[in-house]
C-alpha cells in the first residue's frame, strides 16, 4: 500500500508561481515512477510530467519550459514547480505512483490562475 498526499495548491494571477508537493508513505521502497496528472472540469485527467527514481524526467509539452519535476528520494517526496502560470492551468493537480502493477492516487489539490 502506498498513500500519496499532495500540498502546495492555490489561488495566483497569471504570470506567478505555485510549488506542488507530493509525500509519499507506506511501501514506498517500491516506488519509481511519480507523476503529476492534472483534471480541468469537463476535461479528462492528463499528465503533467512525471519523474523516475534515477532522476529521468519527462513533461506533457504544454508546460515545457514552465515547470519542473524533482524528488528528494530521502524525503520520498515529489514536487512540481510552476512557473509562468496561465489560466488555462487551472485544475485539479494529483499525484501519481504505480506499484506492482497497481495505480495510487493523492486527493489532489486545487490549482486556481485568474487572468
Known amino acids: 500500500q502506498v498513500q500519496l498526499v499532495e500540498s502546495g495548491g492555490g489561488l495566483v494571477q497569471a504570470g506567478g508561481s505555485l510549488r506542488l508537493s507530493c509525500a509519499a508513505s507506506?511501501?514506498?521502497?517500491?516506488?519509481?515512477?511519480m507523476a503529476w496528472y492534472r483534471q480541468a472540469p469537463g476535461k479528462q485527467r492528463e499528465l503533467v510530467a512525471g519523474?523516475?527514481?534515477?532522476?529521468?524526467?519527462n513533461y506533457a509539452d504544454f508546460v515545457k519550459g514552465r515547470f519542473t519535476i524533482s524528488r528528494d528520494n530521502a524525503k520520498n517526496t515529489a514536487y512540481v514547480q510552476m512557473n509562468s502560470l496561465k489560466p488555462e492551468d487551472s485544475a485539479v493537480y494529483y499525484c501519481y505512483t504505480h506499484v506492482n502493477l497497481r495505480d495510487y492516487w493523492g486527493q489532489g489539490t486545487q490549482v486556481t490562475v485568474s487572468s
Open positions: 507506506g511501501s514506498i521502497d517500491s516506488i519509481n515512477y
Open positions: 519523474i523516475t527514481l534515477g532522476g529521468r524526467t
